[in-house]
């Protein structure tokens, strides 16, 4: 769940300004800000919970470039729904579903790496901690 809501804040901040600036309207960018990036964390949550799976977690589809792609088709469609639902403009829409999930697949990837580098290293440390404690004789 940390992941999750680490994702959501970055998400939210990314909306917010991708909104405001194509519509210059602080209420339809808050709106936008608020509702998009939550539909999304859902979205994200379930992404995560299939993408937990060990046929692809064991498969070289697990790697963070494929991951990313796959939100990022997810991300694209939910944001264009969300701006066209709150703005009834299909531009907006759309320019927002190219801008804002672009940017957030970039901020996605980095994310991506490193809650698995924090895996590895926990789970690095965690062996370690436990191989102190077996004996070695």
């Known amino acids: 769940m940390k992941k999750t809501i680490s994702f959501a804040a970055l998400h939210f901040t990314v ?10 309207d602080l209420l339809i960018g808050s709106l936008i800000a608020m509702i998009e990036p939550m539909v999304n964390t859902v979205a994200f949550y379930f992404h995560e919970k299939a993408w937990q799976t ?3 977690k064991k498969s070289h589809y697990s790697a963070p470039a494929s991951k990313t792609i796959s939100f990022a088709m997810v991300h694209f469609s939910v944001a264009f729904t969300v701006v066209y639902l709150l703005t009834g403009d299909a531009l907006i829409g759309g320019m927002m579903a190219l801008i804002e999930p672009a940017i957030n697949t970039v901020v996605y990837y980095f994310h991506e790496r490193i809650w698995q580098r924090k895996e590895q290293t926990e789970n690095y440390t965690r062996h370690n901690a436990l191989n102190m404690l077996v004996c070695h004789h």
């Open 54 to 56: 060990n046929l692809l």
């Open 15 to 24: 909306a917010f300004t991708v909104a405001y600036l194509l519509t210059g």
